[in-house]
């Protein structure tokens, strides 16, 4: 175990913290901790951000220098302002950090690999590598030579920064860059719910806690049902294993062994529960451990939800500052996310506009500088409010394109636009997938809806806000109403947007559950048709990187309505029902979701039990790592000789690979050196065209058995200099003897690998290819 290298890590990004800790003050003057939390995530932005940007002209380790350099000059100038520095909220943060880099580089130790099945890893590292050998940007492709990646990779970006800035290898830098996103994520969570919470008058600490919990490590309510099949009477069991559990590739049948003998369960099967879907919590994803776009994402989606907040508490005189976050940090996070992870930029534009809304200040005043936040609740002065805030949406994202702009014109992935009405979600699958937090948030509205109508002497409504909150969906669960899910998630929009337009008494937490019931409706009804060639798919993909969001925006907000449903004083002074005790009927609702809460860290303390206790494999070293790579050279030895000769090549020159199938050892060679190899995985359909991958799959084999003459064309074609033969080109193909071909010379032998190399000037004289 490297454990000077993660100290060291540990260190880096604590002197980041430090570094963005002046900047984080300037943004966040109002919050709890002076913005501490947020110190790193924005040192990050910086860094990614004048990285990205200069990478176009240049990109070499001189590029990161004058990121930091940016970032450091940033940190002086707020300093010259008089800002000053709190060690106990520095020293805060730092706790929560490392606890959760401790805990996550813990986890990463015991299956560190990057091996191909299960996840993308593959594609991770491969992005990593061919960014760490690129001059420009956007870097080439590696699993398609000769053109740029077509993908968003922000994040990949952001972590080969880190490794120049620490010296580290990716073998090393990729298990420590997830365990800083992950302690980034964490620590965001933890101090925006502290936040809120503080201005709310509740426990910062507990929010915090709770926050750090939920996105942190719970998981969904479906693993402790599946539990539950096995202490069920057995009728009761099948009816509900079969309502609930069919269908998401763990069948009743299947669930029932898993209920009777928990240690079976794979936590791979925690992400399928509706089906024709994946629903992924944060914590399911850094355990499985693909230093994927969606993930990494995630703190700075935080970061962005933490600007919105710190807008709505800034007074409305505070017009300068207010225009700032508005026109100037938001647009550039939304810029951030776009080539970080795409499905994240509508998110942030859509936070931004919702706080629009909702803000205690009218945008309008954003245009007129008027100070006047009286707020007008007539038809007109809502509809008004609408109108101003969606035109204010489409200048910010104007700005926002601005600065994601040589991504967008560079990178645009073949597809076919968007889909409508895919099959949706059953309510009983939606309530395994997100129960918890609609358990909080009905907890936290009923009492002030109730309150809302006995003020305005509409008590007898309560009997119909009960019935709709617990019976009404409590029938549609128990018939499976095919639009039950939809009418869910449209009460509790409806609900939370009338209290944010009429109650005081909440506040931000509601609209981060708004919006996160804004993209769930999104996806019941539209998907994105990112892969084409498999029309199978359907929304698939879309829900699966929605969820993750979703789970993080309701992690923080749940959080606090937690805390602050659990401490009495924040809760209205009016009882629930006229002949129901407010206090007996809290007690009951607090335990009620006390079991929701311990019932949501079944899944993680079953996945960490197995994860730490499982038997050694290719994938699970005898001896706790960090080395993402160590196990090829124990269980592909002949090739990770080649590899350590491809890796001391030079640039990024050209190779034919045989590209094999996705999620199998398939084109291990551009994945581990950064190479570029004619055509790789299946997943470059997606990014290139189903016709042009297919085109290269077939001139790959012509190289490999076909004409030769046709063959040599195909090498000046795609100027490719090496040729791979590995067990994988041989069991594809009846390998040609290519030391017999002019122009063709065996660079590199050791054992069952060959590597020849290309002389392209024989092969052009002799073939007359320009």
Known sequence: MEFALALWWLVAFAALTLAGAPLAALAFPGFRDRGATFALPLSLAVLTVVTFLLGHVFFTFWTVLIALWVLLLGTALALRRGVSLSLSHYAETMVVFSLAFAFLVAVRAVDPTVHAPGGEKFLDYGLLQTLLRANVLPPEDFWFAGERVNYYYGGHLLTVALAWLTGTEARFAYNLALAGFYATLVTGAYGLAATIAAHRGSSPRKAGALSAFFVGFAGTLATPGRLLLGVLPDDLAARFGHVFLDGIRMPYEEALVVATNPETLSYWFGRYIIPDTIHVTPFWEFLNGDLHAHLMSTPFLVFTAALCYAYTRTPADALLRRRLLVFGALPAMAGLLTYINTWSGPTALGLTGLTLVFAPTTPRSLLTGSANSTADHSLRGEFTRLVTASLLLGGVSLLAALWAAPYLALS??????????????????????????????????????????????????????????????????????????????????????????????????????????????????????????????????????????????????????????????????????????????????????????????????LALAKHFGGPLTAERPVDPTLDATRFVEQWHPDEAAAFDWLSQREGQPNMVSHPGTTYTWANPASVFTGIPTMVGWEHEKGYHGEEAVEIRERRVKTIYVGSWDIAAQHLLTYDIEYIYVSPAERDAYDVRDFAAQEGISVAFQHGSVTIYAVDQSVLRERYGKS
């Not at 007898?460 to 939809?486: C, D, K, W, Y």
């Not at 009016?574 to 899944?603: D, K």
Request: charged share 15%; hydrophobic share 55%.
């Open 412 to 605: 645009r992935p073949p597809n076919e636009g968007l889909g409508v009405l895919p099959p949706r979600s059953d309510l009983g699958g939606l309530l395994l997938v997100y129960g918890l937090f609609f358990a909080i948030f009905a907890r936290y509205f009923v009492p002030r809806v109730t309150a809302l109508l006995r003020e305005h002497d509409l008590w007898r409504a309560e009997t119909v806000v009960v019935g709709a909150v617990v019976i009404g969906p409590g029938t549609l669960l128990a018939t499976q109403f095919t639009v039950g899910a939809i009418l869910l998630l449209l009460s509790f929009l409806a609900v939370g947007w009338f209290l944010l337009r009429t109650d005081r008494d909440v506040g931000f937490e509601t609209l981060l559950f708004i919006a996160g019931l804004g993209l769930l409706l999104i996806v019941e009804f539209v998907y994105a048709k990112v892969w084409p060639h498999d029309p199978n798919a359907l929304r698939w993909n879309t829900v699966y990187k929605v969820s993750m969001q979703v789970w993080v925006l309701w992690g923080v907000g749940g959080a606090v309505a937690l805390a602050r449903a659990l401490d009495g004083s924040s809760t209205p002074e009016r009882s629930l029902l006229p002949t129901v005790s407010r206090s007996r009927g809290r007690t009951v609702a607090n335990v009620a979701l006390a079991v929701l809460v311990l019932s949501s860290a079944t899944f993680g303390g």
